[in-house]
Every structure is written in C-alpha cells, then in structure tokens.
C-alpha cells in the first residue's frame, strides 16, 4: 500500500503520525559544534559543523534524505543522518536545537507553517515568502526542485478523451460527476469550495456529488476511480498509480493549489558554498516522475532500500564517482 500525500501532511503539519519504515539508522551524534566563521560580506564559505540530515516518517522524505546525505559526503562533507523524526512540530525544533540541520522539504506546507493564511500560490511566490519566514529561525532554503507532491484533480485516460478534459476548468464538461477524495476536501479551499469559486465547476446543485474516501488518495481512491464509481478524485502527483494505471492529472492554470515543490531547509550554521551548489545541482535534476519511479521503487513490489534507490539516481544523474 503506498503512503500517501494527506497522511504525509497531517503527519508533518498536525499531530505525529505512527512511523512507517526507518528506512535509515538515525545518528545518535550531537551535531553541536562552532559556528562557521564569516567571510567577507558576511557570507559563510564553508562550514566544519557535521551536517545532520533529517526526514519526516515517510519514505519518499527518507528517499530524499539519502539523495541529499550521500551527494554531500561525495562532495567531501561530513554528514551523519537522523531519519524517521515526526511531524513538523518536532523537525522545526530540531533544526532549531542543532539535532539536525538539513531537511527536504515541501514549500508551500512549509510556508504554511509559518503563516497558515498564507496566499501565495506559484513556486517562485512561495519560494520568495520563505525566504523571509524562516528566517527568523535562523534557517534558510536553497532552490527549489521541478518536483512536486501535492493534490491533484485526476481522471481516468477514458473520461479524459471522452470529454476533453486537460484542465481543471474543463470538468463543467462532465457534470454531474462524483468526485473521490478524503473527507476534509468537501470544506478545503482548493477542495470542492474552490473548484466552484476559482473554476465555476458546481455551481449548481447536483453537479458535484461528494464522495469521501477514508485513505486519502490511496488504493481505495484508485480503485473508485478506475471502475468508475467516482470519475473525479484527489490523487496526489508523486503516486505511482498515476503511471501504472495511465490516469491523467488536469492542469491548473489559475494555481487553485498551492506549489509543493522539494526544498531544501538548512540551519543557517551549517551553509557552505559546497553544500549549497550540491544540492541546488540535485534540485536542477529532480522532477516529479522522478519522485515517482523512486517511490515505486522502494515502496512498491520491488522493496528496494531508500539508500540503494537514492545511490542509483545520483549516479545515473552524475553525481556519485
């Protein structure tokens, strides 16, 4: 059964969810040490402090952890790892602390965080706010990748080319239609409320029949979608149901949804010049597909470890000798 997006976010922005799968040891160092001199400009070029790459307790964050971990020790960096570690309410703190000082992370639940009303909707916006947010932590980010794992309005191949469907918008073609998602989407404002205020999609009665579906995005969800007891659902981007059961994502040129891409967050102590240009070199590589076939990979029927598909990318994008 593959995790999916909404359990991840609760998990990383509510209460603390159960661990799926340590899929690395955690390091039990304190990652406490001088705090790196300043250069000219007040710049930091390089840091002696270990870095401690944590992850939230999923697999495609621990996935994302080893991509990080391991492309900085080739780049000649000291890097322990502390995977597994919870919802937001405890990673922010232990950035914060020195316990860690390295995480991937999701811009816009980032943001969100930070600043629950926040407006901002495209990848350079939110990029842009967090600049200033987390900054009074005394962290900061580094460049965004292509890659994005967020909700997603999905139909099948079928209804999409019976209907013309390629955006968001297009579904006013399709209704009356059940639409498949958690039970939270009937009342989130890019759930059911914004498909009518942003797109018109159900502004009449009856045109958008609610369907709650307890796994958020999951098997259950894939199934009612594809024998048609629902013909809309929220299924999320990086899910490898999209590719093995060709469903198709619709666009959304007005950004109902909010950017979710993979961001680097480090505590401000660690930056090095090294370590940034290692990992704005990973972010210039990794795109969505890529987020899938690595999580279909380790959570699907091959079970190959977070470490070992991590090993694979990077050497097939160059970056491991």
Known sequence: MFTTLRNRRLAATAVGASAILALAACSNADPTGPAPEEGDGGETSASSETVVVGSFAFPESQILGEIYAQALTEAGLDVETKFNIGP???????LQDGSINLMP??????LAYYDTEYEERTTEDVDAALVDAVAADDLQVLDSAEAEDKDAYVVTQETADENGLTAIGDLSALVPFKLGANPQFAELGYGVPGLKDTYGVGENAGDVEFVPIEDFGGPDTVAALV????????????SPAI??????????????????NIIPLLASSVYSEDLESTLNAISAELTTDDLIALRDRVEGDEKATATQAATDWLTEKGMLG
């Open 105 to 110: 992370e999701y811009n816009g639940n980032l």
């Open 88 to 94: 937001r309410q405890q990673t922010i703190p232990a």
């Open 243 to 260: 590719k093995n059961e060709g469903l198709v994502v619709l666009e959304d040129p007005e950004n109902l949804i909010s950017s979710q």
């Open 227 to 238: 024998d048609d007891t629902v013909q809309v659902a929220d299924i999320y981007t990086t």
